[in-house]
């Protein structure tokens, strides 16, 4: 008998070798297992005959195999294996690509089911590496799941049936009276049909529930958050100086960021900390915002922390906050990855007693076990980029400081209550004055040399550009690769004349920061870099943003980069080079080129590409949802946010024995919510 627990090596089929295989899916216990959901199903209630087969789209036929495959080997390390199969009208060829077995498997004169797309050629209908199924799986609907290198669905399939025989699990996390209440089956049931279901119909009930139960866990978690933020503040705000500091500044502030100030002043007068989300988009001005209620805060005696996810972007802050307080007493300290271990030291003492008044960091702040004096407010900047967890961390290391989070993604509103189920929000929706809009265009590949001569352009003009690489998505080692081979193709050939650098992920912190201020000073005139550029970098001369694959990309993610550009007086520009392949890619790109607001974009990133991708994206920071399609379910996402108020409303930490399993999820939950690290 397995328990939930059980390392998977012990599921009859797995072993050591293949339980490392499963550990890259994620998966290490019985319980990870029978909670790796498959993707979609082969649905083999709907077997077609060849000539009715809709071509080109994965189907499943039923067809009488003529003879065992014939071998072809066309070159080194490809090999074909060819047969015929009929289903008493018509004959498809098959084709199978380097898989010797194939030869064993379809034996002359039997029957057989082949899953995949039936193509024409010539006249004849052809399928190329169909899978084979056993007539057995006539009328049933088959998981396929998330395969990895090594590991093929139908391994998962054999797998997953040997655990579901031995693991029927006799608890479950949902209270009956939530279960009753909203008519949800029982665990074992949904895990049984999530994965083998008999018909359609079962495996709905399944899914519902599996969704419900995750969307429920999610939200106990953000309630038990907000719970956690009330509470008592000793660091009441008694003065409000928003005043005093927009007087130092050289602009004057937008309606949408006097307002943005005036929440987060009102909330900090009273006697529960705030919590705050401030969106905004690119450009919108969040750090002033940021920078004013810090000054505040000051003034009233408090010390305040801001995070930021790039060493980058913390001296950039740095840099821009000093320079906004440079009439001021404030004492404002850096500490990144970079930091010599002397002045580190420094630093955190004289954080310790008081001295610094605000600290910029990366989460080394959190890491490094600095100890504040009295840390009044955190303030987070682009909070997509962290989990909630090392949100709480933060603030744990104070007496129930304030909050404000900053967000240049935004998120539809449908998604917002949940995301930030835990926050108050504030918007700035509006830009400040005079921001010209950056022209985009979207070119295919054939444009290269007019893309590369229209930079060269702008940089005889002692103006600046970023080339963001094409994206590798098979390994970071490839992206870097890539990265490096392209940026030197760039250097010795086109940009033979100009001084090109190159920023990427894997570099040192000390690194990145020489490149980015040699940026910044205008001594490299081209960046090439892979998306870490992508958060809040600001190089007032960088006019024109090149972005290769574009198609690759989530709109957010595009329109964050091109925010990038035109954050000074020149005309700026967005250049999305694309393979043009896809109506739906094009689509998305179109919507780029016509808008230039992250709302829009978002709603229709989201509405092109749905909510699965959307939270893959992890443009959220929340822990990622393993089932749950949450746009798709409006009234699941309502349903489920009500039970979770009605458990948290009689045991708002989880504590009651009914409860506890849901609480051990909750804190599994949040304890997988990963770091974007530097
Ligand atoms: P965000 O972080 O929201 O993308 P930033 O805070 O980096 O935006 O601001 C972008 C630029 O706009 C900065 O150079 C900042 O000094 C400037 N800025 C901010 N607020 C205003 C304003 N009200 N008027 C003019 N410029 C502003
Ligand atoms: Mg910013």
Redo the contacts with the bound molecule.
């Keep these: 008998m397995l328990q939930a627990d059980t390392s998977i090596k012990y599921v009859k089929g797995v072993g050591e070798a293949r339980a490392k295989l499963f550990a890259k899916l994620g998966v290490e216990t019985v319980s990870d297992l029978v909670h790796l959901y498959p993707r979609q199903y082969k649905d083999f209630s709907n077997i077609f005959s060849i000539a009715d087969a809709p071509l080109g789209e994965t189907c499943i036929i039923r067809a009488i195999v003529d003879h065992s495959p014939v071998e072809h080997r066309i070159r080194k390390g490809m090999t074909l294996y060819k047969t015929v199969a009929t289903d008493g009208h018509d004959i498809v060829h098959l084709t199978f690509f380097n898989n010797p077995y194939i030869t064993k498997t379809l034996q002359e004169g039997q029957e057989y089911l082949f899953c995949g797309k039936i193509t024409m050629s010539y006249g004849s209908y052809e399928m190329s590496s169909p899978t084979v199924e056993p007539l057995s799986s006539i009328g049933k609907l088959r998981p396929v799941y998330p395969q990895t290198a090594g590991l093929t669905s139908k391994t998962i399939e054999r797998v997953m049936t040997n655990a579901l025989t031995v693991f029927a699990p006799d608890y479950d996390i949902i209270p009956k009276s939530i279960r009753e209440e909203y008519k949800l089956c029982s665990l074992g049931y949904a895990l049984h049909n999530v994965h083998f279901p008999q018909n359609r119909n079962d495996m709905e009930i399944a899914r519902r529930r599996l969704m419900f139960e995750e969307l429920l866990v999610l939200q106990l978690g953000m309630g038990k958050l907000r719970e956690r933020n009330r509470g008592y503040t000793p660091y009441k705000l008694r003065h409000c100086y928003s005043e005093t500091f927009e007087e130092m500044l050289p602009?004057?502030?937008?309606g949408a960021?006097v307002n943005a100030v005036a929440d987060c002043i009102r909330d900090m007068g009273l006697n529960e900390p705030m919590n705050r989300l401030l969106q905004?988009d690119?450009?919108?001005?969040?750090?002033?915002v940021a920078a004013s209620v810090i000054f505040s805060a000051k003034y009233n005696g408090m010390q305040s922390a801001l995070m930021v996810p790039t060493s980058i972007l913390a001296a950039q802050h740095y840099e821009?906050i000093c320079r906004f307080f440079s009439k001021t007493d404030i004492e404002v300290a850096l500490l990144t990855g970079s930091t010599r271990a002397k002045e580190k030291e420094e630093i955190k003492r004289r954080v310790k007693n008081g001295e610094i008044d605000l600290l910029i960091g990366t989460h080394a702040i959190i890491q490094d076990n600095v100890e504040f004096a009295r840390l009044g407010l955190v303030v987070t900047d682009e909070q997509h980029r962290f989990g909630v967890k090392q949100r709480m961390t933060l603030k744990d290391k104070g007496n129930n400081p304030h909050t404000l989070v900053m967000s240049?993604t935004p998120i539809p509103r449908t998604l917002a209550l949940i995301v930030y189920g835990d926050l108050d929000i504030s918007v700035?929706d509006e830009l400040?004055?005079g921001r010209q809009k950056i022209d985009t265009y979207v070119v295919d590949e054939s444009y290269h040399e007019r893309v590369y001569n229209f930079i060269k352009k702008h940089l005889d003009q002692g103006l600046q550009a970023y080339i963001v690489c094409p994206l590798v998505e098979e390994s970071e080692t490839m992206e870097l690769t890539s990265a490096t081979e392209y940026a030197e193709k760039l250097k010795n050939e086109s940009f033979r004349d100009y001084s090109v650098g190159l920023l990427h992920g894997k570099m040192k912190a000390k690194e990145k920061d020489k490149v980015m201020s040699d940026f910044a000073s205008g001594k490299v005139q081209l960046l090439v870099s892979t998306t870490v550029i992508e958060v809040?970098v600001?190089v007032p001369d960088a006019v024109v943003m090149v972005i290769e694959n574009a198609e690759r990309f989530g709109l957010s993610q595009l329109h964050q980069l091109r925010?990038r550009v035109g954050?000074g007086k020149n005309k700026s520009s967005c250049i999305l080079i694309s393979d043009g392949a896809g109506e739906n890619s094009r689509k998305r790109l179109e919507t780029m080129r016509k808008s230039n607001n992250g709302f829009v974009i978002a709603e229709e990133d989201l509405k092109l590409r749905g909510p699965g991708d959307f939270f893959g994206q992890k443009q959220h920071g929340l822990p990622e949802m393993r089932i749950a399609d949450m746009l798709d379910d409006v009234v699941l996402c309502n349903q489920s946010r009500e039970a979770a108020k009605e458990i948290l409303s009689t045991d708002p930490q989880l504590e009651k024995e009914e409860n506890r399993a849901l609480n051990r999820e909750v804190q599994l939950l949040f304890r997988d919510t990963t770091y974007t690290s530097d």
């Design positions: 602009f004057k502030m937008t960021q905004g690119v450009g919108s001005g969040k750090t002033c821009t240049a700035l400040p004055p809040g600001d925010g954050r």
